[in-house]
């Protein structure tokens, strides 16, 4: 494959777009990508032709490895039309998997006439050089683009060794599309220098009643999902499933509510280990190998990450009061788990690399021993009455009510209080969202937080606003 990119003039440092869902040939095309030197920019199936165009233009793309699934190859090209009205002549090389297409270079067919070896110039690619882009999925404004260098993989060697807890004779799924940084994460670079293998099943939409037969059928031992989807399965009978297998179960992504560790664990008698990171980084706070769980925390730093709590002027806060979660390490030579900046963006990233730390933008406490506890985006956080009030506090009471299956909570501007709290609530199939229920509702939080914190307004609704990595978007609330 990495003889095919280079006939087709796939050069070092040339932008290479993905979108190949859970596709086997996604794995040994980036190893391809990688020893050419160019940079592969993974993408989700879900992306529309004005998604596209903005992530054609914003990362100088020069080819695309794409799915012949669905709809997203016409979309592709619909973008590509876009672009050429205002850029005369422009044209990506495209290449299609698992299908045909006109127009398109057929990948299946065309890779496997060239030679299996592939030699290492001078100008080989290493170390520092770009090897790896990143649409982050943030819940407000345009996607920013995270660059890693070829250093990033060795970040995820504690990621998969004392998180995962991969094992060499073993078999790990971690649930996501390859179009997610997460992938990064659980499918591809610490698994594989732990010598753990990996299990990929290749669907369009997730299905609870689907992957659950699977843990026993296969043998899957560790296992990696986000919140979203730990929410999903404990609301089938997962009790009467086979999980003998699993030894290890993980997640991250956003917050673990403690009701979703509580009912799984009483399902099927597994603890969920809790993880913390971004697109810009990779596990930096965890509950490791030999870590006692606390439910409903993200666990303690990865040691030599160098995390730390600050407040807004920089300053390390003490246990028990609210801080952002900043990563102490220098701009000029980070943890190799860091990313290098985003890219053709001086501006945001100078503005995430102040006082000397990288700046993640979510807010945390420590307790005594030394545990992080989430709260929330900073600019998540409501401010009612001169309390500041992080909205997962909150979302973890809610769903604590048999009859919620989702929750996000946010801020409603008031001319009173300057911003009240506002419960965004999805219910179980057949139950009706009542003037009562909200009242039960609200009583519940009263009585299971400080009364301050309740939710002076509650809605329902039949599905809340994503991103195309499952994290719930507050500000669309």
Not at 260 to 269: E, I, L, P, S
Request: glycine share 10%; aromatic share 12%.
């Amino acid at each position: 494959m990495a003889n095919y990119f280079s006939s087709i003039g796939i050069r070092k440092g040339d932008k290479v777009l993905f979108i190949l869902k859970r596709h086997w040939q996604y794995w040994p095309a980036v190893l391809a990508l990688h020893k050419v030197g160019a940079i592969v920019i993974p993408a989700v199936s879900q992306l529309k032709d004005h998604d596209l165009v903005y992530r054609f233009k914003a990362a100088d793309v020069k080819a695309l490895v794409c799915t012949a699934d669905g709809d997203v190859a016409h979309e592709a090209e619909l973008a590509e039309a876009e672009i050429a009205k205002e850029k005369p002549g422009f044209a990506l090389v495209k290449m299609i998997v698992n299908g045909d297409r006109e127009g398109w270079k057929s990948f299946d067919r065309e890779y496997v006439g060239f030679s299996r070896v592939f030699g290492r110039g001078p100008d080989a690619p290493g170390g520092k050089d770009p090897m790896l882009m990143f649409f982050t999925s943030g819940t407000t404004g345009y996607p920013k683009m995270a660059l890693h260098s070829h250093l990033y993989g060795l970040g995820h060697f504690v990621t998969a060794k004392y998180w995962h807890q991969v094992e060499r004779d073993g078999l790990h799924l971690t649930i996501s599309e390859t179009g997610w940084a997460k992938a990064s994460w659980g499918k591809l670079y610490g698994q594989w220098m732990c010598e753990g293998a990996l299990f990929v099943y290749d669907f369009a939409r997730f299905h609870a009643e689907q992957i659950l037969p699977m843990f026993a059928k296969y043998g899957i031992t560790t296992f990696c999902a986000p919140p979203t989807m730990y929410r999903m399965l404990i609301k089938e009978d997962i009790s009467k499933y086979d999980f003998s297998s699993v030894h290890h179960a993980t997640t991250a992504g956003e917050a673990l509510n403690p009701e979703v560790f509580t009912q799984f664990k009483r399902a099927t008698g597994l603890s969920i280990y809790e993880g913390f990171g971004q697109t810009e980084t990779t596990c930096a706070l965890g509950t490791l190998f030999g870590d006692e769980i606390k439910p409903g925390a993200m666990g303690k730093p990865i040691p030599d990450y160098g995390i730390d709590l600050v407040d807004p002027e920089g300053h390390s806060v003490p246990a028990g009061e609210h801080g952002e979660i900043v990563v102490r390490t220098p701009r000029s030579n980070p943890h190799p788990g860091i990313f290098v900046g985003y890219y053709k963006d001086e501006e945001k990233t100078a503005d995430a690399w102040r006082h000397g730390c990288y700046h993640t933008g979510d807010l945390a406490w420590k307790d005594e021993d030394g545990y992080y506890h989430y709260v929330g985006r900073a600019d998540d956080v409501i401010k009612s009455s001169g309390y500041r009030i992080g909205p997962f506090e909150i979302e973890n009471v809610i769903m604590e009510l048999p009859y919620v299956v989702e929750c996000g909570v946010s801020a409603a501007p008031d001319p009173v209080r300057g911003q009240v709290v506002k419960a965004t609530i999805k219910l179980v199939k057949g139950k009706e969202g009542t003037e009562e229920l909200k009242k039960e509702i609200q009583d519940y939080v009263k009585t299971h937080t400080a009364p301050y914190k309740y939710p002076r307004i509650v809605v329902f609704r039949d599905e809340l606003p994503k991103t195309v990595s499952g994290k719930i978007q507050r500000n669309k609330l």
